[in-house]
């Protein structure tokens, strides 16, 4: 989600899921039990997840119980970031010097790396964070975290839950970040600019030719991105066909569907060992296919398109790249 805020914990070999990650740095071995894990992540980044965390709304912020919303209308100067996409969006809001701590896979921007870590995402540490004495701390549903957010709340801690399980919610998850952070003016101001970027990249598209495209996250199982997913929703925002199954966000395809569907553009993003196989060598065993009879097989391993976040519309503009190059030449 990596499909997602974040399948990214993989991406950084030998991290655990999001620890370089969202970049989640995680490594999704290729083990089936791993990749699992991973696409777990990946789900959660991406806000699969809506609902996991309690007191969760689409691309809203939930106050706590208590004066959430008088706490909301004091600019927190000690802010702690659960979520990779969480920490990108305070940090291009302004809000990053009074970042005090992030989970273990926020790995962008670079002054992030540097700040005290408080776990992964999926099971944040709640004795690390509450001794940082925050004024708020910022996430993203995940599978594991909810117990630590009950926890944190019981404990005092103004815990807000932000999620964007779809494009759609972006801004307002955009918009909630600023307003948890004391900044709504900058937050209208960011989700502006993100619109104004993406709408930049559907006109660079816009006629383009459709292409049959497939976009995988592992190779065994093969797990494309489909249609329900964050990822696949930008895919459908480049105009592409995509060829996965129709029902469900991360179907498990087999060998023979795949040569049934003979995509024409091929994005390889698996994870884990999987990415120190060559994609080109995994798909030349099916020479059939147009994709890989045009050398249409792209290697993908941008974790910014598992994030919704500031760079959404960078990882547009990848993803629309990849599959309409002539519109960039």
């Not at 699992?36 to 969760?56: C, E, K, R």
């Not at 291009?92 to 995402?121: H, N, Q």
């Not at 592992?218 to 929703?233: N, R």
Request: glycine fraction near 8%; include cysteine; hydrophobic fraction near 45%.
């Amino acid at each position: 989600m990596r499909p997602s805020d974040d399948l990214l914990g993989r991406r950084r070999a030998g991290a655990a899921p999001h620890a370089r990650d969202e970049r989640p740095a995680a490594v999704v071995a290729g083990v089936r039990g791993q990749l699992v894990l991973a696409i777990s992540s990946l789900v959660f980044f991406l806000a699969m997840g809506a609902g996991l965390a309690s007191g969760v709304t689409n691309g809203a912020a939930a106050s706590p119980a208590g004066d959430g919303s008088q706490s909301a209308q004091r600019a927190p100067a000690r802010i702690v970031s659960i979520s990779p996409s969480v920490t990108e969006t305070l940090f291009a809001l302004g809000a990053g010097p009074r970042v005090v701590a992030v989970s273990d896979f926020c790995d962008y921007p670079p002054e992030a790396v540097a700040l005290p870590k408080i776990g992964s995402f999926l099971v944040p540490s709640v004795e690390t964070i509450v001794g940082l004495a925050p004024d708020v701390a910022i996430g993203t549903p995940s599978p594991g975290n909810r117990e630590a957010v009950e926890a944190l709340r019981r404990l005092g801690v103004r815990v807000e839950i932000v999620d964007a399980a779809h494009l759609a919610d972006v801004p307002a998850a955009m918009r909630a970040i600023a307003a948890a952070a004391g900044v709504p003016e900058a937050g209208e101001s960011l989700v502006a600019a993100l619109g104004r970027d993406m709408e930049a990249v559907r006109a660079r598209v816009a006629g383009a030719p459709s292409k049959r495209v497939l976009m995988v996250v592992g190779h065994d199982p093969l797990v494309a991105v489909g249609h329900a997913s964050f990822i696949g929703e930008l895919l459908a925002e480049t105009g592409a066909i995509n060829v996965a199954p129709p029902s469900g966000a991360w179907p498990h395809v087999n060998v023979e569907y795949v040569i049934a569907a003979d995509p024409e553009v091929v994005i390889d993003s698996s994870m884990g060992s999987e990415e120190s196989t060559s994609a080109g060598r995994f798909w030349e065993r099916l020479p059939s296919l147009t994709a890989v009879r045009e050398r249409r097989v792209h290697p993908f391993r941008s974790d910014r398109v598992l994030r919704p976040g500031p760079r959404l519309a960078a990882a547009f503009a990848d993803l629309a790249r990849l599959i309409h190059p002539e519109r960039w030449q």
